[in-house]
């Protein structure tokens, strides 16, 4: 059968087809594979790793790589020893990091002699032109995170069919007399956001298919899956497969694109835990969701910023994730921020007093009550995210309030709106 339909077996899996198989010694033969996924998309310049993986052998030797014609092979490290596939074999990988191109189609053409015979591997990328006008001066971006159609169909109705002032209803004989402010934007768009493996996604890979323009497999940030994925998904996500979590090949996100190529000024803002899957998805890389260690270094050293911060304004909850005694590598990255000038808030009073002039800003609203490490070690183990949903419904944060009362106080400001 064809690689493509192991390719293809393997995603729906979820796992390495190469490493169940092994053993199996119609499959002891030296492979190549680029490990970007079939249809990948970028922008003129968009950076992107490269890694190009050559499974059951140790030694390679004429490596080379062109892409649309165009001699790559200076830009490379290795061979390097690898895990490919749990399967015990020998294994190297070369690798090219935050590489560009130009727009057109390229193609990408790998080769190389091994003990076992020649590998090759191809690839066909669409590279799309793209320069700025007139710069816009502000581009902000609203996400109702896991807002679809039917809930915007039941905000709708909530909010736009209740009596007119006069009594007269607003949703008559099929029509309202007013819609919804997103339902009368001049443009709208929609994406079928089926994961890279999965038909049901989640936030992370949808976050990033809208921050990077690919797919994505599931629970990946701005990464593309390889065939060390197989480590933390057999052995479970911890400290101890936190390499293999880390080292997928890296995509470059619209944030980091606009701030590297025309030096945009970038932010986040979010009531939940910043290193949660959407808000992270503007600027971090890593196979799995939850190393928020790692998410949150990243938002200060960006790989495709040369290690400088990624944002110049962050503002929400997870605090946990920054503390020194919480994070396993120690570090104090408020007071890393701090030092780099940025200022830095955690309450409505400071956020205030904060003026124009700030062109650097922390804002951490949340601290659990007990900031404390997760058992895997790449995370805290409680999800820092901010309490809104008392504010949501006008309601006094202190002291107890029943589920009588919130009803009540909920009709009440339903039939207000």
Known sequence: MSTRFWSHIRGLLG?????????????????MVIAWPERTRLLEDQRVDLVIEIRHVSSVAGFRVTAAGRDLTSQFR?????????????????RADAVGFPAGHIRLQASASTPLGPVSAIQDVLVYPFQLGQPARNIILFIGDGMSQPYRD????????TPHPKGVPRLREGFFDDLLEMDQM???????????????????NTASAWATGNKIQTNGLGVFPDGTDCRWRLGGANAATLEAITDNPKVETLWEYLKRRFNYRTGIVSTADIADATPAGEAAHVAFRQARFEVIRQHWENPFLGNRP???VILGGGWDQFLPSVRSDGRDLVAEFRNAAYRFVSTATELRSVTASTDRLLGLFFQSANPRRASDGIRAAVDPNMSVAYDKLRLRRLGTVSRKQIWATTRTNLSST
């Open 78 to 94: 290795g061979p390097l020893p690898a895990q490919l596939d749990c399967d015990e074999t020998p294994d190297v990988v070369f």
């Open 186 to 204: 001049p443009i709208v768009g929609w994406v079928i956001t089926h994961s890279l493996d999965r038909v049901v996604p989640d936030s992370a």
């Open 15 to 31: 796992l390495p087809v190469f490493g169940l198989l092994a053993n199996a010694p119609a499959l002891a033969q030296a492979t």
């Open 310 to 312: 990624a944002f110049g």
């Open 154 to 161: 039941a905000a709708r109705l909530v909010a736009r069919s």
